[in-house]
């Protein structure tokens, strides 16, 4: 089901209407300091409220109209100032670029093909100041699962496709953030600029 139709149907399993722990651990731990960040998949802009809410200059991009109209109402109603824009990540020109931190929950992972892996991975290096940081968060495919669940990548996977451009900081395996019984198993992984 495309993405427009699983907003409209409200059958978005990944929605937790908060920022993702991931995401707040990674920044406060590393730590990441203020700056420009780009948030690649926002869908209704979670993650990044939370980044704008921290200092950071925060713009979140997505490709469905219906999740970004609500993001742009969940900032008015907080009353933070961020930028939302609907685009394709890998087909569009990304507005203001370069970014310092680029940060995605799910978006890589949608891409399950090597080629693809890697021009999303170069795109993101393309768009990021020299030393930018990419955190990633994907599926776990050493996670056995019986029913849905987000796409999968195996970490030898996520490091040949993103090696190239990105220094591999750290990879660990945790779990999505979720308002679920069973979080799915994630791989949560923190890349610099070469």
Not at 44 to 53: H, K, M, R, S, Y
Request: net charge negative.
């Amino acid at each position: 089901m495309p993405f427009q139709e699983r907003y409209k149907s409200g059958n978005t399993p990944w929605e937790i209407h908060r920022a993702d722990y991931n995401l707040i651990n990674t920044v406060r731990n590393t730590p990441i300091g203020p700056c420009k960040a780009l948030d690649i998949g926002c869908g209704t802009g979670n993650n990044v409220i939370w980044l704008a809410q921290q200092g950071f200059a925060a713009t979140g991009i997505d490709s469905t109209e219906l999740a970004i109209s609500q993001a742009r109402k969940k900032s008015k109603e907080a009353k933070i100032d961020c930028a939302f824009h609907v685009l394709d990540f890998l087909n569009d020109t990304i507005p203001d670029a370069p970014y310092d931190f680029a940060f995605d929950r799910g978006c890589f992972h949608h891409f399950q093909e090597y080629d693809t892996l890697s021009e999303f991975a170069q795109k993101i290096a393309k768009i990021l100041k020299n030393d930018g940081l990419w955190l990633t968060l994907t599926g776990n495919a050493d996670e056995t699962r019986k029913g849905p669940g987000p796409p999968q990548l195996s970490a030898r996977l996520i490091v040949n496709a993103a090696e190239p451009y990105f220094e591999i900081l750290s990879l660990i395996s945790n779990h999505f953030d979720t308002d679920q019984d069973v979080p799915a198993k994630n791989w949560v992984c923190l890349m610099r600029k070469r």
